[in-house]
């Protein structure tokens, strides 16, 4: 044995795309998000002082009309 796991990735190897998108719930209105290849996470940043919150959900659905 070489001491290699063989695995899936839990939310894809890297992520393709990190940006601010608009939110109504942060102090500035915007809020950082990263695309991956398995979820889409937010990284939250609460006004009251407390440590960031991370959410993570599958990625949106890509409207094609």
Do not use: I
């Amino acid at each position: 044995a070489q001491g290699e796991v063989v695995r899936s990735w839990l939310w894809g190897p890297e992520a393709w795309l990190g940006t601010r998108e608009p939110s109504a719930e942060s102090p500035d209105g915007t809020r950082q998000v990263y695309y991956l290849d398995k979820a889409r996470v937010e990284v939250n940043v609460p006004d009251d002082g407390s440590p960031p919150l991370v959410t993570a959900g599958p990625p949106g659905k890509v409207n094609t009309q």
